[in-house]
């Protein structure tokens, strides 16, 4: 089987073979540490997340790194308001991140390099692309000359005869009035400091660096000149990935990367997500509702990676019971483990997977260009299966299916659901034949069923809700007879 990725730069599905047998260099480009994080960058995060945990899935030895924009107007300005420093304003949101990023259980990557920690790799880069022509300084500041790379707009696919300045707010930052540029298509490499405003010293006086000359250098000081994949939201292509290309590779005159992929955009209630429509919904907010973080990360992976997807509560009220449905099978180890005599149901056994169908079936879904949705599928079949055979066990006394077979279902389902991210937790779990004996519960029922001949009520209900704290569920029925179930 051959794991095909969609190439935002060949605008095509292409079979993936990294730089380096066995080994994946991944870059994907973070937040800007100004607020706390919101469903789009969940989706991202997720996403990549998910992608990194496939290709260790499947044996590639991956290095994922993920960068934090600690310099930025936003980050300044908010400063400024709360009359701090960037500094405190930074570190507060990286914390922030952190705490929403292990509520989703999305992985730490193995380095969150910071703009501020990466100067001089960024002012060596602007040295690098000033002596070779492709930028220039303009009083303070210092620009890219965009025309000097004649590739420019391959990623997009935008021709440089149809581009307006200012495609970006972030550009027009840059220099709103565009005097000092040569060319109204040129961006900033470096900023002149403002009065009042931090400032980094450099060779083009004091100031700090531009948005796009960030990643640049932050991925050639962690991954190298050329790495195999670099991620990102669907809104970084124009102008920020273009202009990493044209940064890059006007240096080095080798590909940035192989691989450009970029996760589509999520919607709320079919608008654009903002603070001025008032649905801007932050991932602690949601969380903090009782919203479960695996039925967010299930929202995230059932849609298309590339393709938008539109936030409501209908469609995480589907993720909710669709995430109950893998739960159930994900749980059905610990519930079964001791009636059916498996020695060790604490952890999946890695070799278990390797000659099952489901995990064939699996691998083909999710290599053809990252198809969570199918490999979901596969899960979805495999936890209906095991919560049918639950439901024998617990009304008949026994499965259809051998035990043997059972956890080797159940072991797998574990293995597979953990690629997703997907874990329940197995705390507060009844296993089936455990607590009471039958022959205790069938004697508490006719306790029961004495009080409530003499009309004690109070008794009866008593010793139902004994049952219940067990996970036992009575059923009355005609007749004065009483049917019992585990839950």
Known sequence: MTLTLYNTLTRRKEPFEPLEPGKVKMYCCGI????????????????????????????????????????????????????????VISDRFIQAYFEDMAR?????????????????????????????????PADGDVYYAVRRFDPYGKLSGRKLEDLQAGASGRVDAEDPSGSKKRDPFDFALWKGAKPGEPAFSSPWGAGRPGWHIECSAMVRDDLGETIDIHTGGADLIFPHHENEIAQSEAVTGK?????????????????????????????????????????????????????????TDQVIEAATNGWNTLKEGLLFGEQCASVLGWQDSSSPSKGATSPNPYVKRFQEAVDED???AGGLAVLFEMAKELVRERNLLTHQGKPEMPAPELQMLWQTLVDLAQVFGLEAKPEGVK?????????????????????????????????????????????????????????
Not at 61 to 84: C, H, M, P, S, W
Not at 104 to 133: S, W
Not at 256 to 284: P, Q
């Open 32 to 87: 800007t540490v100004y607020d706390y994080c919101h469903l789009g960058h969940a989706r991202t995060c997720i996403i990549w997340d998910t992608a990194r945990r496939y290709l260790q899935w499947r044996g590639y030895d991956v290095r994922y790194v993920q960068n934090f924009t600690d310099i930025d107007d936003k980050i300044l300005n908010r400063a400024i308001k709360e009359g701090v420093s960037m500094e």
């Open 104 to 136: 989703l259980h999305v992985m730490e990557a193995d380095a969150y390099p910071r703009a501020t920690h990466t100067l001089d790799g960024i002012k060596q880069l602007i040295y690098e692309l000033e002596q070779k022509n492709y930028a220039y």
């Open 255 to 311: 590909p940035l990367a192989r691989y450009w992929m970029h996760s589509g955009m999520v919607t709320v209630d079919g608008e654009k997500m903002s603070k001025t429509l008032g649905n801007f919904i932050t991932i602690r907010d949601l969380l903090d509702k009782g919203t479960d973080s695996m039925a967010v990360r299930l929202f995230v992976l059932q849609a298309n990676y590339r393709k938008p997807i539109d936030f």
């Open 370 to 372: 990252l198809n969570f």
């Open 431 to 487: 296993e089936i034949g455990s607590g009471l004996s039958d022959t205790e519960i069938e004697a508490l029922i006719q306790q029961r069923t004495e009080a409530r001949k003499g009309k004690d009520f109070e008794m009866s209900d008593r010793i139902r809700d004994q049952l219940q704290s067990q996970g036992i569920t009575l059923i009355d029925q005609p007749g004065g007879v009483t049917r019992w179930r585990h839950n």
